[in-house]
């Protein structure tokens, strides 16, 4: 989102569209880009101080959209769970596969040990 844009609208409009543009960033995996944003439309928040009346419509509008990007990110961390345990269990297949392989075969069967 362009920073003139963000200046001709109310700060309260400008954090909706923020949040909007982050919702983006998630559904996209751009999970740097929407960490950053995400601190930037904290501080920008912080520096706002109380909402006026007017800016009701859009609070409502942000925790919607909030909600939103909270769900995506929540589906990404446990689908990242999934996938790393996947790979925690394919380790362990691995190592077991390496285990059998430096067991020491014998090549007949009265052969000792």
Do not use: N
Not at 44 to 56: E, F, Q
């Amino acid at each position: 989102m362009g920073a003139d844009r963000e200046h001709l609208m109310d700060p309260w409009s400008a954090l909706l569209a923020r949040a909007h543009a982050e919702r983006e960033l998630a559904a996209e995996g751009r999970w740097d880009a929407l960490a950053a944003s995400t601190a930037e439309r904290v501080r920008i928040a912080a520096k706002l101080g109380p909402a006026p009346r007017h800016a009701r419509l859009v609070l409502e509008a942000l925790t919607v959209v909030q909600a939103e990007l909270t769900a995506v990110v929540e589906t990404a961390r446990r689908e990242a769970v999934a996938e790393l345990g996947e790979l925690r269990r394919g380790r362990g297949a691995v190592a077991g596969y390496a285990a059998a392989h430096t067991v020491p075969t014998r090549r007949w069967v009265d052969e000792p040990a």
